[in-house]
Each structure stands twice: as C-alpha cells, then as structure tokens.
C-alpha cells in the first residue's frame, strides 16, 4: 500500500513539474522572450528609408537610391546549378564555395538566421535573378536604400556610411550584421535621427521549414518608421564655390553666421566625391582613399588642421592688452625694424612693418601688422603682475575665452584641441626662471601656440558680436523643428569688456582699406580683416626642414550687422595678402550679393595651384633618405 501511495506521488509530483515547466515557458517566459532565438521562426525585415538631408535654403544634399542584397539562410540552402548562380550575379564559382563556407560557420552565424551573401547588387542583375530565383532554395532578396549624393561636395561634412561589423552587432541589438550605420559627419553624430526604426515581421515554420503562417497573430510585428530629414546650416552654393577656389591647392575654409552660430560652409582641400563611398564601388575606393597619406582626402583640415594662427591672433593680444589696462587706444611703440628683448644677439624679432622710428599706435600696429607693437603689448601683460605665472595665466585664460585651445563642442565627431599654454605647461617644460621673453613669439602668433581653422572663424564671429559668440553647429532643423539644444543657442561671453571692441574692429575694417587686404576690397562691402604669413617648419626623418609659409586670414563682414565670419588657411600659400585674402573676399561677396563681378580675380584663384609646392616636399623627403643611405 505504502509502494503504490509513493508511486502514485512521484507521478503526480512529476506531472506538476512538467505543468508547471510548461506553463513558465509558454505563459510567463512565452511573452518575454525574443522570437529570434527560435529556429521554427522566420524574421523579414522591413529596411526604413534613410532621412534626407538639405542645406540651408532646402536644396538637395543627400537622397536615397533602392540597392538590393542577396540574402541566403544557411540551413536552407540546398545543391543548385552553381554556376547559373554565378553568372546570374556576377561572381566566380570559388567565391560561390567561400561565401557558403563562411555563412555555414556555426560560431558565426546562427544557421536559421538570414546572412548577406552579396551586396549592392545591381539592378539589372537584379532584375535577371529575381525572375529565376525560386530554382535556389534558400536564396531570396532583400531590397535596402543607399546613398545618392545630386551634388559631389560637402563630403567632410556629411560623412558616410559602412556596414555593421560581427561585433557591433553583438553589442547592439538594434543593428543586425551587414547593416548601414553613419561612420563620420553628419551621418554619424545624427545617426539616431537620420536611421529611423526598421520593420519586422514574424512567421512560423513546420520541420520542413516551410512558412505556416503569422508567429502569435503578428503580436511581434513592427512597422518601419522612416527616419527624420535634416537641414543643415550649411550653403550650398557657397560650399560649392569654396571648394571650387581650393582646387589646386591644401587647407580649410570655415565660414559662420555670427549672430546663430551656424556653419555656412566647412570646406577642406582636397576632398573627393562623396559617390565613391556608396555601394559595391566603396570596397575599392576606399583602401585608395583613406590610404593616401600624401593627400589625405579623408582630413578635414577645417576641423582637425593644426597650424599657428599667425598675425591674426594679434588682435587678440591687443584685446587682452586692452581688457588689463596696459595699453589704450592712444599708447605707442617706436619701431625700427624689430623688438629687442634680451642682450643677446639672437634675441630680436625682425618686423616688416614699414614704419621706421614713428611712433605706432594700435590701430596702425593691425593694419601694417607690426611685430614690435605686439611684443611690447604682450610683454606688458605677463609682467602686470608682480608674479609671472598669474600674469600668465590671465592672458591664457582669456584668450581661451574665444574658444581657442578646446573642441568648442560642435556637432561633427573630428577635431583637435589646438593648444593655449598656461604658466603650468612652461613649468613641466623648463628647469629655469621663464618669463615673458623666453614665449616671446606667442605675441604674434607663432611659438607653441596651435588652432584650427574653426576655432579662428569662431573667434573672429566673437570679435564681430562685440564680444560673445555661439557655439558652431553644422544642423539647422531635425524633421523640421529648429534645433533647441542649449549648447548651441546660449550666448557664451568672452572675458574681454564690449568696449575694446570698436577700436578693434576699426583697424580690422583698415587692414581692407589702405592695409595687406587693400587689393581684396570688394565695392559696396565693408570688410574687416586680417592677414596673416605664418612660417612653416616639418621634420623629415628628425630633421628640422622650412618649406614655403603658410597663407592665413580671418575676416567678418559687413563691418555693422556683420553676417558673415571666417577664417582660411593656404598650406604653403606664401603671403596672407596674395591667396588667402582674395579667396576670403570673393566668398564674401558671393554670399553677400549672390554673385562675383571680379571674374578676372575669380578665374586666377580658381586656376591657380600649389601642387609644384607640394611635389617639393616629397622630393625633400626623398633627397634627406637618398643622403642618409
């Protein structure tokens, strides 16, 4: 009685683990688990078409074109005529057997799971295999948008897409392998706004793996959602005529609105076409692309170009001297050729101002950019204090006020710091008493002093405010709603009092006017500027080697109500006052009055390339190795 009583127990005691088991999968865990990880359930995706993307005035920058994946589930795949397969879309019988080999791979893809077989392919393959595709089981086509550029500029700034790696995926379970993901510009830093949400769809299958019907009433269906449109701050037009006045030539131009902040144009030279990154043509153009170390195509010398600013960071010097009383408008300087600031012989900084033994005062010191002026103004303000540090760090601290030397935090994933020093940099660098003399070249701009070419158009938009600045921003609208982010629509002050300003910007409206900019005015257009000339050094194989200047200017314009602010950057361009300055003004006047009158200037600088200049380097380069052997 008691064995059958136990008995009895036990089958009842199993029975309701296995209810129980059942009722925890079916029920409980039933609603909570994901379908994908059955084998007896098949997933089609619904690929969102990507936003678009427009400049300023609504015109097409970006747009979606149809691409079409062969997709293959491995354990579907069954014996087929392998070589109608081939040649149906485009490939050798020996990728066939490599491709299968790999998506058959267990540790890599789950077999019930579909797999990219071949990418992009083309539409009219597409066309001819679709047609006879039901003879290859296991086989079937995802349709997908890709990339179409209507216009081949701005690559720096839109970016591009690649594909979803086996790690990405596994860390990111809204991507699946072989998916597109914005990997730099704009494409990348809105990549969340611009993808929108891809679509599912869920079926049973029986053992035979053919489809019965909708998985739990598609309780687990989703619809795509496209993704949003964005409008970018950027010109069109002025994009394209930058980039048509780089031609020839390496650097970067950055233009902002000075009242918002906006980009109007980010142009780096050399660029490439933004095509070329799209589609099966990727694979190939870009190992030539980002393997060119001699160009650098893929540098955007707007955003990530380290160069000393050169004169232009005078007026900077002259606000500082302002803001901590050491000069005023009236204060001067004789100049005879030079600064002398030691007994030394060395320790003399040539100036080829052209005033010889007049008297210089702040306005005149800008417009003839004189180095004496500025070496006695910085001077004055690293010794105000009695301690040198302090004094020091004031001037570091309000220069960086401009945005100078941090990433400013505008929306683009490259950049460079550049870098202000501080009294703590020189300390970790000298074992010695420093002071004023020893940074001496930091008055005019050169010494340890770095900036990129968006950092001087952001401060030159700063000087234009009187003052303050907005942070640079690359998108204007997101499905087309303005931009509400407080980094880019809050006012951020410089430490220098509105009142330095005027005298400033009268001496930068000089320099266009009887100046260096003087051969650069344009008619009807009040323009405030200045030039600069900025040595240039590299060390090929640790030797110290000068090649041809750098050509730098930063201008606003008008001189009232300023629109328009912006910095260029010539590598090897020689003078500021012979390339950079009448690039600077042909930009102006195109965005200001919608067209160049001066074609003659516009036809020079267009044509004009540095490219001998350039080949010069490689030849050094290649002299100093031939020596050394």
């Not at 089609?44 to 078409?49: A, F, G, H, Q, T």
């Not at 293959?72 to 057997?97: G, H, N, Q, R, W």
């Not at 906006?262 to 692309?289: F, W």
Request: a positive charge.
């Amino acid at each position: 009685m008691k064995r059958s009583f136990l008995l009895i127990f036990l089958i009842t005691l199993v029975g309701l683990i296995y209810i129980g088991r059942l009722f925890q999968l079916q029920v409980i865990e039933g609603h909570e688990s994901s379908p994908t990880s059955s084998a007896t359930i098949k997933i089609e995706y619904d690929y969102p078409e990507r936003g678009y993307i427009y400049d300023r005035n609504n015109k097409l920058m970006v747009a979606n074109e149809v691409s079409y994946d062969v997709m293959a589930i491995p354990k579907e795949l069954k014996t087929i005529d392998t070589l109608e397969f081939c040649e149906l879309v485009k490939i050798s019988k020996e990728d066939y057997i490599k491709k299968v080999k790999k998506i058959k791979n267990p540790r890599k893809f789950a077999p019930w799971l579909p797999a990219v077989f071949i990418k992009h392919l083309a539409k009219k393959d597409y066309a001819f295999l679709q047609e006879k595709l039901h003879k290859f089981k296991g086989f079937y086509i995802q349709k997908r948008t890709i990339r179409n550029y209507p216009e081949p500029v701005a690559a720096n700034v839109l970016g591009y897409l690649s594909e979803v790696n086996e790690l990405q995926a596994k860390n990111n379970p809204d991507y699946e392998n072989g998916e597109l993901i914005g990997k730099s510009g704009v494409e990348y830093y809105y990549e969340k706004a611009l993808r929108g949400n891809k679509g599912k769809k869920h079926f049973n299958r029986d053992n035979l793996m053919r489809i019965t019907g909708n998985y739990k009433d598609g309780i687990y269906d989703t619809l795509a959602v496209p993704g949003k449109d964005l409008l970018l701050t950027i010109d069109l037009d002025l994009q394209k005529y930058g980039e048509k006045l780089m031609t020839g030539k390496r650097g970067g131009i950055v233009v902002l609105e000075p009242s918002s902040g906006e980009i109007l144009a980010l142009v780096t030279a050399p660029s490439y076409d933004p095509n070329v990154l799209v589609g099966r043509k990727r694979y190939k153009h870009s190992t030539i692309l980002f393997n060119d170390s001699i160009n650098n195509p893929t540098y955007d010398r707007g955003l990530q170009g380290v160069y000393p600013p050169g004169s232009p960071f005078k007026i900077l010097n002259g606000l500082v001297g302002l803001q901590e009383g050491v000069i005023n408008e009236k204060s001067y300087v004789y100049c005879y050729g030079g600064y002398r600031y030691g007994k030394r012989k060395n320790e003399f900084m040539k100036c080829h101002c052209g005033i010889y033994g007049r008297p210089i005062r702040l306005k005149k010191a800008i417009a003839n950019s004189c180095n004496s002026y500025f070496s006695d103004v910085y001077r004055k303000i690293i010794d105000k204090p009695k301690n040198t540090k302090v004094g020091f760090d004031n001037w570091s601290n309000q220069i960086k006020s401009f945005g100078l030397g941090n990433f400013l935090g505008y929306d683009l994933n490259v950049g460079l710091p550049g870098l202000i020093p501080n009294a703590k940099y020189y300390d970790d660098r000298y074992d010695f008493r420093w002071g004023a003399t020893t940074n001496i070249s930091n008055a005019i701009g050169q010494g340890e002093i770095q900036t990129t070419p968006i950092q001087l158009a952001n401060a030159t938009a700063a000087i234009a405010n009187r003052g303050f600045y907005y942070t640079p921003h690359i998108v204007k609208q997101i499905d087309g709603k303005n931009i509400k982010n407080p980094k880019f629509t809050t006012k951020k002050q410089t430490l220098i009092n509105e009142e330095h300003f005027p005298v400033v910007i009268d001496a930068m409206h000089e320099v266009f006017k009887t100046g260096t900019g003087k051969y650069s005015r344009v008619k009807g257009i009040d323009i405030c500027g200045k030039t600069g000339t900025v040595e240039n050094f590299t060390r090929i194989n640790g030797e110290k080697v000068q090649l041809e200047d750098h050509s730098i200017l930063i201008a606003f314009a008008p001189k009232e109500n300023p629109k328009i602010a912006m910095a260029i950057f010539v590598e090897n361009g020689g003078f500021g006052s012979s390339i950079a300055a009448p690039i600077t003004s042909l930009m102006i006047e195109k965005y200001l009055n919608g067209e160049v009158l001066r074609k003659d200037l516009e036809e020079r600088m267009i044509n004009l390339s540095l490219q001998e200049e350039y080949d010069k380097l490689i030849v050094k380069k290649d002299s100093i190795e031939t020596v050394r052997k």
